[in-house]
C-alpha cells in the first residue's frame, strides 16, 4: 500500500484497517438505503456520523471520495450574538402564532429573537476536507452495491474486481472518536491502493512518521479554530507490530511494466522500497524499524530472519533457484 497526503483537521483520528479475507456477515438488517452505482453529486453520497465527527462517501470503484466534517471547524472567533430581547418577545411570537397570524410572527421573530450578527463578524463553517482512495487496478468490475445500514450505522461498498470480490466499510465511532474505513478482499494480496487528504487552500501543515500521518492548520487564516487531524493504517489486529510475510509486488497492474515504490510501511514494523522493470524485481531493501522476525516472497520464492536489527537496512535479492536476504 501507498500513502500520499495534503491537509485536514480540532483533533480528529482517521483510521484505516485492511485484511486479506473477507469477515462474515452478520444477520442481515432491516433498514438499509442501497444503490447500484456510485453518488453521482453530494447529495448522492451516504452518510456516516457520530454527533461531532462526519463523513459523506460517494463510493466510487477506481477513485472513492469522502467528503469529511467536523462540527468545531469554522472560520471566526467565540462570540456572544444572544438577542437581549427573546426572552420578552418569545411569549408574543407564540400568540401570533396561536392566532394563526404567521407572517407577523416570523418577523416579529426575525427581529427580536434571531440573534444579532454584525456583517463585519460573519464567519462561515469548514469542511474538514476530502479523503480519497486510489485503486488503480481494478478492473472487470461487476455485481456492484453501494449501501448505508441504517441499524447498524455502516456504510458499504461491495463489488467483484476481475473475480476478487471487494468489500469497504466505513463508520464513525462516538466512543473512539474517530472515523474508521476497512478495506477487505477475499484474495490474499489483492488490497493495495494509495489515499490522499486534502482541504481547501492546501495551507496546512503536514508531517508523516511509520504509518501516522499528522495535518494542523489555523483556518480562516489564523482567525478560526486551530485543527489537528491523524491518518493512521492499522492491520487486521489494531497495530504494525506483529510481524506477518511481506509479499513484493502481489498485484501489479500490467500497465505498470516498469517503476518504483518507496517507504512503505509493511506488518511487523518494516520499511521497503522496491523497484521493479518490465514486471520483475530489481531491487527491494527493507529497513526493520522494531527488530521483528523478517519474512518475504516473491514469484513462489521465500525467504525468512527468525530475528533482524533494528535499524537495519535489509537487502532482498533473488537467484534462479532462491530468495536471498542479506545486509
Known sequence: MRSSFLQVSVF?????????????QNAPSRFKI????PAESWNEALPVGNGKLGAMIFG???????????ESVWTGQPRWDANPEARKTLPIVRKLLFEGKYKEAEELAQKGIMGKIRRDALSSYQTLGDM???????????????????????????????GTNYLREIFSSATAQALVIRITADKPGSVFFSVKLSRPGNKAEINAAGNTISISEHVGDGIGVKIFSVLKVRNENGSLSAAGEIELLPALPSAWKTGYVHGLMAR??????????????????????????????????????????AGKIYIIRETPTELIISQ
Do not use: C
Not at 482517521?14 to 473477507?22: E, G, P, T
Not at 486510489?134 to 476481475?162: G, W
Not at 522500497?273 to 521465500?302: C, T, Y
Open 12 to 24: 480528529v483520528s482517521l483510521f484505516f484497517i485492511f485484511a486479506a479475507i473477507l469477515p462474515a
Open 34 to 37: 442501497w444503490f447500484s452505482k
Open 60 to 70: 466510487g470503484i477506481i477513485t472513492e471520495r469522502l467528503q469529511l466534517n467536523e
Open 132 to 162: 480519497n482512495l486510489f485503486f488503480p487496478q481494478l478492473k472487470n468490475i461487476s455485481n456492484y452495491r453501494r449501501e448505508l445500514d441504517i441499524e447498524e450505522a455502516i456504510a458499504r461498498i461491495q463489488f467483484t474486481a476481475n
Open 268 to 309: 511487523g514494523g518494516f520499511m521497503v522500497d522496491i523497484d521493479w522493470e518490465n514486471g520483475m524485481l530489481k531491487h527491494a531493501k527493507i529497513l526493520s524499524k522494531l527488530g521483528q522476525p523478517l519474512k518475504v516472497s516473491f514469484n513462489g520464492k521465500r525467504a525468512e530472519i527468525s530475528q533482524t536489527e
